[in-house]
């Protein structure tokens, strides 16, 4: 149960009141923001919280248990902490949230009502709606480590050691023709074969999506050009002269790993671990079943 500080509990007793919402809310990049549903601009512990049409927010509602509460947040395009250009660049996603219930007239007398991230966004021409969701929705992320026949470690991560910086595993080119807002042309690829950047990364250097990082989908040499097909929607027209920074990809299987970066070594997963085919199975005379290891 929420204990109110003795200052507000007293004012919210009074029947008339003087509270507000303010949410303080700090992104992946480290900028913190402020923003309240009062009229006026209110400041406490360094931060300050825009007024009126900046943001408002759904009913709270906090339940036992593990499940996942979540609200939502609504405002217009009006402020200049938020704009269409930031929301679309993914800035403000999983941005961490906190809901504070303000005396607005002695900013002392406050309480923190929710705490947690920025989920789903959704834009409109003048507004956006964003989804709040509690700090229990991290337990529905995994955790730990997963047995399995493929990887599991990040390309180029301390597990992995894959030194991504090498030539032969990244490289640097234009566009020269954008095919839609998730593919494009470039004359930049034509040492790499079909496929050597499939499942890897790019990042945007120039150009209107200037720092965007995206996954990729399909990498195909098509002769004079290669074919780079994003895994999604830009959210900007790729325009030719555009420059990126790509790096390979990886399938995560033991023979990608061996062949593509002589990694083995490094190699996390278990490629030897028995599937679902082997728990259902049975012995047999012509199965070789002599106790030996799976690959004798």
């Not at 997963?146 to 080119?173: K, P, T, Y």
């Not at 995206?214 to 040499?221: L, T, W």
Request: net charge negative; aromatic share 8%.
């Amino acid at each position: 149960m929420k204990t109110l500080p003795a200052g507000l509990a007293a004012m919210l007793a009074t029947g008339v009141t003087t509270r507000c919402n303010c949410w303080r809310i700090e992104r992946a990049d480290g900028q913190v923001f402020g923003f309240t549903d009062h009229d006026r601009q209110l400041s406490f512990d360094g931060v300050d919280y825009e007024p009126a049409t900046a943001l408002s927010a759904s009913e709270t509602a906090a339940s036992l248990g593990l499940a996942v509460d979540t609200l939502e947040a609504a405002g217009a395009l009006s402020s200049d902490a938020i704009n269409e250009d930031e929301l679309a660049r993914k800035l403000w996603d999983n941005a961490s949230v906190t809901q504070i219930v303000v005396d607005w007239s002695d900013t002392a007398n406050r309480v923190v009502t929710f705490a947690g991230s920025i989920g789903e966004v959704e834009r409109g021409p003048l507004a956006f709606r964003a989804e709040l969701r509690s700090l229990s929705h991290a337990l529905n992320q995994r955790t730990g480590r997963i047995f399995g026949s493929l990887c599991d470690a990040d390309l180029g991560d301390a597990r992995c050691a894959v030194n991504l910086a090498l030539a032969a595993f990244s490289a640097a080119g234009t566009a020269s023709a954008a095919v839609s807002r998730w593919a494009f042309r470039t004359t930049g690829l034509a040492a790499f074969e079909t496929g050597w950047f499939k499942a890897g990364k790019l990042t945007w250097t120039s150009g209107a999506n200037a720092g965007a990082v995206i996954e990729i989908k399909r990498h195909v040499d098509a002769g004079a050009t290669h074919l780079v097909e994003l895994a999604e929607e830009m959210p900007f027209d790729i325009g030719v002269g555009d420059a990126f920074a790509i790096t390979a990809g990886c399938d995560k299987t033991v023979e990608t790993c061996k062949a593509k970066f002589d990694n083995v070594v490094n190699f996390r997963g278990f490629p030897s671990m028995p599937g679902n085919d082997w728990v259902t199975s049975y012995p047999n005379r012509e199965d070789g079943n002599d106790g030996g290891g799976l690959g004798d």
